[in-house]
T-cell receptor
């Protein structure tokens, strides 16, 4: 079945620096990869996603890249701000059950002013 | 636009008491519905999901159950709560197969 690994588990950056979170997946046929941001005490919020027919997608300061050959995808946040501090989860849809999402274990990002 | 509601927002219950958490979705029809649990500082554990009224798939054997009495209503229940049932319960909906999921605000359950 699908397995999603996420690194690092914690990440601290200075305001204005970039942050990169990486995920690897095991199911080579997976074709949808969302990223979620969870602020303390709230539900996860979908912030960006990518499908396997594209290699990169951008939305203002955030971007996601996908390398299908290596089976990994990454979240890039540029010009980080304190409000970017949160837990970020990656996910993938397993081909054995497209009703589900398999989540990574999360990355706690702290942006220091 | 679509919105998802969960209630209550917080709940403190004694061990052995029953549980009923409710989730409703507005602005869409025939959604997939999901219940997740999140322990403090941990990841998302899928408990149940439903692709239609009365159709429930269980992911983890436990003393919890789920029901979907209406198209946009998903209920998580327990007859007798355990201490280990404490956590943050999240409901989510998805508009289609293999698609994005949207989460509700969550219910924080503390079993004492």
């Amino acid at each position: 079945g699908e397995n999603v690994e996420q690194h690092p588990s914690t990440l601290s950056v200075q305001e204005g620096d970039s942050a990169v979170i990486k995920c690897t997946y095991s199911d080579s046929a997976s074709n949808y990869f969302p990223w979620y941001k969870q602020e303390l005490g709230k539900g996860p919020q979908l912030i960006i996603d990518i499908r396997s027919n594209v290699g990169e997608k951008k939305d203002q300061r955030i971007a996601v890249t996908l390398n299908k050959t290596a089976k990994h995808f990454s979240l890039h946040i540029t010009e980080t701000q304190p409000e970017d501090s949160a837990v970020y989860f990656c996910a993938a849809v397993p081909t054995y059950n497209t009703d589900k999402l398999i989540f990574g274990t999360g990355t706690r990002l702290q942006v220091f002013p | 636009s679509q919105t998802i509601h969960q209630w209550p927002a917080t709940l403190v219950q004694p061990v052995g008491s029953p549980l009923s958490l409710e989730c409703t979705v507005e602005g869409t029809s025939n959604p997939n519905l999901y219940w997740y649990r999140q322990a403090a500082g941990r990841g998302l554990q899928l408990l149940f999901y439903s692709v239609g009224i009365g159709q429930i798939s269980s992911e983890v054997p436990q003393n919890l159950s789920a029901s979907r009495p209406q198209d946009r209503q998903f209920i998580l229940s327990s007859k007798k709560l355990l201490l280990s049932d404490s956590g943050f319960y999240l409901c989510a909906w998805s508009p289609r197969l293999g698609g994005e999921q949207y989460f509700g605000p969550g219910t924080r359950l503390t079993v004492t």
